[in-house]
């Protein structure tokens, strides 16, 4: 796999769409969840409100900003059962399902707004990521 360009810290300021929605995106939009397997990650157990919280936010039409094509999961492996190639993660909420990884959500909490790839469900519920503790704590007063 070559080098991954959707790698950002935690908490650092979000550029990755800016220059297609300049006007519509928050000025201090910060990056939360942007992954990949050449840098470490926080892991941890994570209140188990948050995760709901995120799978709404994923079907949520209003906070979802769809990119062309999809990002696979760099930490393991989801392959198509007959014809052998990758395929994204997804999740189901009310019987609909979902694909990860083509799509950025974008919220604004209540200290911070925070821009971050919808495969972070996926992150969190597979691969145990912790994000920062003020972004959960802003997750979890954001309905």
């Known amino acids: 796999m070559g080098k991954s360009v959707m790698y950002y810290d935690d908490l650092t300021k979000f550029i990755y769409l800016k220059f297609l929605h300049p006007n519509d995106l928050p000025p201090d939009l910060l990056n939360i969840g942007w992954l990949d397997s050449e840098h470490v990650f926080p892991t941890d157990k994570i209140d188990p409100l948050v995760l709901p919280v995120i799978k709404k936010m994923v079907f949520n039409e209003r906070s979802l900003h769809m990119t062309r094509g999809y990002y696979f999961c760099p930490f393991c492996t989801i392959s198509h059962p007959i014809e052998n ?59």
């Open 85 to 143: 190639h990758p395929v994204p993660a997804s999740i189901e909420l009310g019987g609909q399902e979902k694909s990860l990884g083509s799509g950025t959500i974008i919220i604004q909490g209540k200290t911070h707004a925070y821009a971050f790839p919808n495969l972070l469900y996926h992150y969190i519920s597979d691969h145990k990521y912790k994000p920062p503790h003020v972004f959960i704590d802003d997750v979890l007063s954001y309905y």
